[in-house]
């Protein structure tokens, strides 16, 4: 397995966010993390990564537990795109470059650079490498987060609401290239999201949170009308188009 969560628990001033949070997500699998606002979606991504401390439970990527790893060994397993990047006084190629830091020893190297380019490439960013981040619109600071996690070259990513910021086309790009990513280097990839009819149509799996546990989770063509309602307290129906599921509000 690339990741295997086992009896999570996470407490904030004293209130429990998650309890005993269980899953495992094989090599070329995307799973989507679904649910309520505020049901601890982004906080389970940043136990995942560390940047949270758990109260309890297990964390293991490829056999090693991310919670006795130090921060340079975990940036080289795990690539992480949080929501809200901050802009700084950089370049669009030098903010993704920092990507590899965990790979650099004395200095930077030309198949580091290489890598840099090759990521702008495939993101359309090219043409902007040497202009500055903090000129850029919030849909191409997300782009600019995605490339720097890709150049980490990790075996998992975790991407919180990956294409909130972007416009449609530009929602469509980034997650068929995740997806192309994920399938064709073997490597997991975990993201939050709020559009379920956009998770289903590119996850392999989906794990929905209520209450600060998990409601249910499994094949993403699998989820039912009353999953949904039993989550979000909505009639749905659930209809096949173009062999995808489509999710709509109740008449």
Known sequence: MILSVSRLDFD?????VLSAVDFDLA??????????NGVGKTTLLKCINAIHSPSGGTIMVEDRNV??????????SIGYVAQRNDAARM????AVLMGRKPHVSWKVRDHDLEIVD???????????????????????LQKVALARAMVQEPRLMLLDEPTSALDLKSQVDILNLLRRIVTEHRIGAVMTMHDLNTALRYADKVL????????????????????????????????????????????
């Open 208 to 251: 929905f949170l209520k209450d600060g546990r998990i409601h249910s989770t499994g094949p993403a063509c699998q989820v039912t009308p009353d999953v949904v309602e039993e989550v979000y307290g909505l009639p749905v129906d659930i209809h096949r188009v173009s062999g995808r599921l489509l999710v709509v509000p109740a008449a």
């Open 12 to 16: 904030y001033s004293g209130h429990r």
């Open 118 to 140: 090759s990521a702008l490439r495939r993101l359309h960013m090219d043409h902007l490498s040497l202009r500055h981040i903090d000129q850029l619109s919030g849909g191409e």
């Open 27 to 36: 090599p070329g699998e995307l799973l989507a993390i679904l649910g309520p």
């Open 67 to 76: 919670l006795k790893m130090a921060p340079h060994e975990i940036a080289l």
């Open 91 to 94: 370049t669009v190629f030098d």
